[in-house]
């Protein structure tokens, strides 16, 4: 179901009125971008022509509680009970996902994460031998690469058992369909958001106009705080 233009609705419990609230009153949605992700190139990199900033959405408690409630549903309708919530460890994402810990008695494990948005190695928090893990991130802007892939492999090196996968919003993306095959039971989407992707070497936009990610979701904060 279509909330905002470039935005849809796919969690199917998840009430639409709220997510048009979300949407309208948080406006996470910034096109017309030419953005670095990540913002250095310590390793391969893709241009994005928008960005989805769910961290404006949990800056509101109301509207976290409401998406906690809705993966918390969806997790009981799967029967799923994760005694882990392996996440990056970033600001808005410890946020969201401490409450969402609570919410389902699980424990928080935080992977690494640098400025530029690359995963390190190291975990904070202790993984227990075969503990059941859920993985999760707010945004997958690449279409799938950390909530598919990375976050569940890293999982499973540090000893955890992956049981499932959740973002609040998942890029457009060739990945998507590989998501949806290595998690085919067992995936949580809030939204469905237009944000695509270019190799740099491919990208139609002129270099020149080139900014960090991070930019981004900063005006989109920013414009929520006025």
Same mark, same amino acid.
């Given at each position: 179901?279509?909330?905002?233009?470039?935005?849809?609705?796919?969690?199917?419990?998840?009430?639409?009125?709220?997510?048009?609230?979300?949407?309208?009153?948080?406006?996470?949605?910034?096109?017309?971008?030419?953005?670095?992700?990540?913002?250095?190139? #310590?390793?391969?990199?893709? @241009?994005?022509?928008?960005?989805?900033?769910?961290?404006?959405?949990?800056?509101?408690?109301?509207? +976290?509680?409401?998406?906690?409630?809705?993966?918390?549903?969806?997790?009981?309708?799967?029967?799923?009970?994760?005694?882990?919530?392996? $996440?990056?460890?970033? #600001?808005?994402?410890?946020?969201? =996902?401490?409450?969402?810990?609570?919410? =389902?008695?699980?424990?928080?494990?935080?992977?690494?994460?640098?400025?530029?948005?690359?995963?390190?190695?190291?975990?904070?928090?202790?993984?227990?031998? #075969? $503990?059941?893990?859920?993985?999760?991130?707010?945004?997958?802007?690449?279409? /799938?690469?950390?909530?598919?892939?990375?976050?569940?492999? $890293?999982?499973?090196?540090? /000893?955890? @058992?992956?049981?499932?996968?959740?973002?609040? $919003?998942?890029?457009?993306?060739?990945?998507?369909?590989?998501?949806?095959?290595?998690?085919?039971?067992?995936?949580?989407?809030?939204?469905?958001?237009?944000?695509?992707? @270019?190799?740099?070497? +491919?990208?139609?936009?002129?270099?020149?106009?080139?900014?960090?990610?991070?930019?981004?979701?900063?005006?989109?904060?920013?414009?929520?705080?006025?």
């Amino acid at each position: 179901m279509r909330v905002a233009e470039g935005v849809t609705l796919v969690s199917p419990t998840l009430d639409a009125e709220r997510a048009r609230r979300i949407i309208k009153e948080t406006n996470p949605f910034s096109t017309g971008q030419h953005l670095a992700y990540p913002s250095n190139h #310590d390793g391969p990199q893709v @241009h994005l022509e928008a960005y989805f900033s769910t961290e404006a959405i949990v800056q509101l408690p109301e509207f +976290a509680s409401w998406l906690v409630e809705d993966v918390v549903l969806w997790m009981t309708t799967k029967n799923l009970r994760p005694q882990v919530i392996f $996440a990056p460890g970033t #600001d808005p994402v410890r946020l969201f =996902v401490e409450k969402l810990s609570r919410a =389902v008695d699980a424990k928080p494990v935080y992977l690494e994460t640098k400025p530029s948005g690359r995963f390190g190695d190291a975990i904070e928090g202790s993984l227990p031998a #075969d $503990a059941s893990v859920l993985t999760f991130n707010l945004t997958s802007v690449t279409g /799938g690469r950390c909530i598919g892939f990375r976050l569940p492999d $890293a999982a499973a090196k540090n /000893g955890g @058992h992956v049981i499932g996968t959740a973002a609040i $919003a998942l890029g457009t993306s060739p990945l998507n369909e590989e998501l949806r095959r290595r998690f085919p039971d067992n995936l949580y989407i809030a939204f469905h958001v237009a944000v695509t992707n @270019h190799n740099p070497d +491919a990208c139609p936009a002129n270099a020149i106009g080139l900014r960090p990610w991070q930019e981004a979701s900063a005006e989109i904060i920013a414009r929520l705080e006025r």
